[in-house]
């Protein structure tokens, strides 16, 4: 589609993209493996994309793969007023894993919680990437918990994480990720896990059996993409849509 726009003498070509692929493959984690994030920017940069827009990637230093700009802005401003609305008091805002500290902190910061725990997992990137919760940094005891994170793959790290929350002693659990692809048996690992709702995006086309889960819900990123999209073309600044 781009390569259609660029030879129909398209003066501009901005790449929406809500859901990269393969935005976790950021960097080498064993010899012999590729970089595919690096691959994927670059194959659209070359094919003409002048700018790109993306929604939470997965890192943000992907940003610098390509020479043009490239946007990245966040499901925050979606997830807020959901969370808000189920009036969750005594709320431990919970990372899953030590990456997604600063995510964590603007979520305490913006829902005025009280505290933030780290779940420590190990992961088995031979065993077809596998994780499991193994520790926990932080007490859940009493209080309700939210899991924050980008993605939502074969649902085991969101899983094993509330399932550790609830074996310290965490009241409700919830978790809200920005793209939720439930890979695999993810329903069932969420069906059979201590998480009381998943709150994702609509950033991907989600099946009929995603749509129809009890545990899960989904908000719409839809004013969010387009009010970044009219910033772009009129020149405004989309700062205040990019800090989060």
Known sequence: MIDAAKRGSAS??????????????????????????????SLMEYVGADRILTLDIHAEQEEGFIQHPWDNIYATYAFIPAIKKKKL???????????????????????????????????DISA?????????VGDVRGKNALIVDDLIGDGGTVAHAANHLREKGAKRIFACATHGLFS?????????????????????????????????????????????????????????????
């Open 184 to 244: 695999g048996d993810a329903l069932t690992k969420i069906s059979n896990s201590a998480l009381e709702k998943v709150i994702v995006t609509d950033s991907v086309n989600h099946r009929a059996e995603v749509l129809k889960h009890p545990k899960i819900e989904i908000v719409s990123i839809a004013p969010l993409m387009a009010e970044a999209i009219r910033r772009i073309e009129t020149g405004d600044s989309i700062s205040s849509l990019i800090v989060g």
């Open 128 to 136: 077809n990437n596998k994780s499991e919760a193994r520790a926990m």
């Open 12 to 41: 501009e070509v901005i790449l929406i993209t809500p859901y990269f692929g393969y935005s976790r493959q950021d960097r080498k984690e064993m010899a012999r493996v590729p970089i595919s994030s690096a691959v994927v920017a």
């Open 89 to 123: 008091e005594n709320l431990v805002i919970v990372s899953p894993d030590k990456g997604g500290v600063p995510r964590a902190t603007f979520y305490q910061g913006l829902l005025k919680a009280s505290e933030m725990a780290i779940v420590y997992k190990e992961r």
